[in-house]
């Protein structure tokens, strides 16, 4: 394969080794930690509701099931997750990469680390010591929104259907992953977010949903306030200055992965509606394409001046931007 570089195979050495495909994210300037809202009973100036939108692939999506299976032509695939046979974006994996841009921008912990740079970590960002061992006494932002040990959080991300699209084989370079973590100029560890950009072939084949592919998400959501639904629209990519797309899944240094969120209709639970919103909808609980957006923006601006550390939203907006303007590494970096 023309594209394949550096892979095990005898690739070209002399050759100038590819842009990376990832780049980092200071860590905000504190963490803020509160007493989390329960799932029990209303709560004054928080919303309860649903968003319901659509998932679109705009490259292939590899969430792999772990099961390698032999494929038409009797070579051995990574096979996709299914669920009853069909081909999903589990919950938990949407509710990942949410989560990881929230707590980039947001006075959050560091709750994804791997055991030996756990305590290279500023004691205050830390997880396991700060918002899991204190359960549900004071939780930092993402803690309260999408869960910690003992609390369940107040976001809750379905399974994605699959509802339209391709499942393809695709042939991928080996990848390995990279270990390292880069730290700032203080020697404090950064957040690593990948990039978008042109997919990458190779020899090893892999099942993916091919670029168009559509889901089909909803996303519940209990007692949040209108800046933490706007830090949730802001998560998605939806910010109006700071826009940016997803990415999602396995093969993301060789650009598979990115997503588009589209959202499609909110839909508020009667009881906090007519105490906190003035939606003008006679008895209806959904608004229209122009009330949703003037509504979710309303939410992204309290969320900008109350949540939102906008230099590292601008940082991370540029690392995911999208459309982009380069091309994945094709082989090994
Ligand atoms: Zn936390």
Redesign the pocket.
């Given at each position: 394969m023309g594209q394949y570089q550096r892979g095990r195979r005898g690739g070209r050495q002399d050759q100038q080794p590819d842009p990376k495909p990832f780049a980092f994210v200071r860590l905000s300037n504190g963490?803020d930690?509160q007493h989390p809202k329960g799932h029990d009973r209303y709560h004054d100036r928080h919303i309860t509701g649903r968003i319901h939108g659509t998932i679109e692939a705009l490259s292939p999506i590899h969430i792999g099931s772990g099961i390698v299976d032999l494929g038409r032509d009797v070579e051995l695939i990574k096979t996709a997750v299914r669920t009853n046979g069909n081909v999903i974006i589990p919950g938990s994996s949407l509710k990942g990469a949410i989560r990881s841009v929230v707590e980039a921008i947001s006075a959050?912990?560091v709750?994804k680390t791997v055991r030996r740079v756990r305590d290279t970590f500023p004691r205050n960002f830390r997880?396991f010591t700060?918002?899991r061992r204190r359960r549900r006494e004071r939780?930092?932002i993402?803690?309260r929104m999408f869960g910690?040990m003992g609390f369940q959080g107040n976001v809750a991300i379905q399974d994605a259907s699959y509802i339209d699209g391709q499942i393809v084989t695709k042939y991928i370079p080996a990848l390995h992953r990279p270990r390292r973590y880069r730290t700032d100029n203080r020697n404090v560890p950064m957040r690593k977010f990948y990039m978008h950009g042109e997919v990458a072939s190779g020899e090893t084949p892999i099942e993916a949903c091919e670029v168009g592919s559509k889901f089909r998400f909803v996303v519940q959501i209990d007692n949040l306030t209108l800046a933490e639904w706007g830090l949730l629209f802001t998560a998605l990519g939806h910010h109006h200055d700071h826009p940016f797309k997803l990415k999602i899944g396995g093969a993301k240094p060789i650009c598979f992965g990115s997503i588009d969120f589209q959202v499609d209709r909110v839909h508020v639970d009667q009881q906090t509606r007519d105490q906190y919103l003035n939606w003008d909808v006679e008895s209806k609980s959904e608004k229209t394409d122009t009330q949703l957006e003037e509504w979710k923006r309303q939410c992204i601006t309290q969320a900008t001046n109350s949540l939102i550390q906008t230099d590292l939203l601008m940082e991370l907006a540029k690392i995911l931007k999208y459309p982009y303007d380069r091309n994945c590494p094709s082989g090994l970096y």
């Open positions: 963490v930690r959050s912990c709750s997880y700060e918002c939780l930092c993402a803690c910690a």
